[in-house]
């Protein structure tokens, strides 16, 4: 590595810092200010690490296009500010070579935010699906009835108290006649319990109400997969029976949400889950992975000429041409990606190239004169 790229590198990775730190910055105090009466009430300062520790890797995904094209942006108005770009294409050195540097950062950029969303989002996205006024997860909170497709059971409850994964008022409705039961199962709770070694997961539900003799029926066996396990049957309690099912409790209450944290491994398995409906915009989401670091490269290359080719070294010009290329971006981005996820004229993956199939070509035409 050269003098002059290690200065390049270096100038771009602290303009990079200070963009981050500066906007991740503002965005804590204005969400702390905003939740300060909640934070105030758990006393205790580690809350509020946690929470915003979980929610920095969330805003470097979200931004992470946008502060390389600006780190680039900035390093090179420094340098033409400086006259030290002048010097160097007086000594022959191509825009070409001058630039190389800041396109392989660039590239590196975008392979860390691909890492970032598939390994430490995942890991914290049980923080992010909370908020400030449920932190703890002891209130009660909505729940979004989610449909078994195997078993053809609506599963749903007045609310969810994510704490102890536990629906309180459980009313499960069948879609069809499984057995003696009839078309709802009632209980006062219902507790979600994961799969572990070979038994299977599902809801475990307590005092039940509907129907009333639970203990005198007969466990449900769909083509030698248990779906209600019985007291009859099992060491249950007389008030208890147990609901198979692949929907987790993750999916009645964080819905839309906990799937878009989810890595693409998780979105695949979910696609492949019989029970499982993911819908258009989970699909959208997930060719976009594939997609992105490829637009956070064509977003540098669209903004970065704006600056090359320009005679006036004003920064804040620059900035501004940079915003309007970056409404730009999210415009066509956001389009695509909303006509796939309700389904007008885009499939989910067409809505998730779509964008790359525009941008691509604008942004290597932006481009050829640098390359030249």
């Known amino acids: 590595m050269k003098t002059f790229d290690r200065y390049l590198l270096r100038l771009f990775i602290k303009v990079l810092l200070s963009c981050f730190l500066s906007m991740a910055g503002l965005y804590i105090v ?43 942006m900035f390093a090179v108005t420094w340098l033409q500010k400086t006259n030290e770009f002048t010097a160097l294409m007086a000594a022959g050195i191509t825009t070409r070579r001058i630039i190389r540097p800041l396109l392989v950062s660039a590239v590196v950029v975008a392979g860390l935010a691909a890492a970032n969303r598939e390994l430490l989002i995942p890991a914290v996205r049980d923080k992010l699906v909370r908020n400030a006024q449920n932190w703890l997860g002891d209130t009660p909170r909505s729940v979004d009835s989610v449909r078994d497709n195997r078993t053809d059971i609506l599963i749903g409850g007045r609310a969810a108290y994510m704490n102890e994964k ?59 997969q248990p779906v209600i396990l019985t007291p009859l049957d099992t060491d249950l309690q ?26 693409t491994a998780e979105l695949v398995r979910g696609l492949r889950n019989p029970s499982l409906d993911f819908g258009l915009q989970t699909r959208v989401s997930m060719h976009s992975r594939f997609v992105q670091p490829f637009l956070d490269v064509s977003l540098f ?28 971006y999210f415009g066509i981005l956001f389009c695509c990606q909303g006509m796939g996820a309700s389904g007008f004229l885009l499939t989910p993956a067409q ?21 030249e």
Request: hydrophobic share 50%; aromatic share 12%; net charge negative.
């Open 351 to 371: 809505a998730a190239w779509c964008p790359l199939i525009i941008l691509g070509p604008a942004a290597a035409a932006l481009s050829q004169p640098l390359w």
């Open 30 to 72: 204005i969400d702390a200010f905003s939740n300060l009466d909640e934070f105030l009430g758990y006393g205790d300062v580690a809350v509020v690490a946690k929470y915003y520790s979980a929610r920095l890797p969330w805003f470097f995904d979200r931004a992470s296009g946008l502060l390389a094209l600006l780190a680039a």
């Open 166 to 224: 536990r629906i309180e008022e459980a009313r499960f409705t069948l879609d069809r006649r499984l057995g003696d039961f009839g078309r709802t199962l009632e209980a006062a709770n219902a507790y979600y319990s994961a799969p572990e070694g070979n038994r299977p997961g599902g809801y475990l539900l307590e005092d039940v109400s509907e129907p009333q003799q639970i203990a005198e029926m007969a466990s449900v066996i769909i083509e030698g």
């Open 301 to 328: 290359m669209l903004g970065l000429p704006l600056v090359l080719t320009r005679q006036n070294r004003n920064a804040f010009v620059a900035v501004g041409l940079g915003v309007v290329v970056v409404i730009a």
């Open 238 to 263: 007389s008030n208890q029976c147990f609901v198979v099912s692949d929907v987790s409790f993750a999916d009645l209450v964080g819905g839309q949400r906990w799937r878009e944290y989810a890595s």
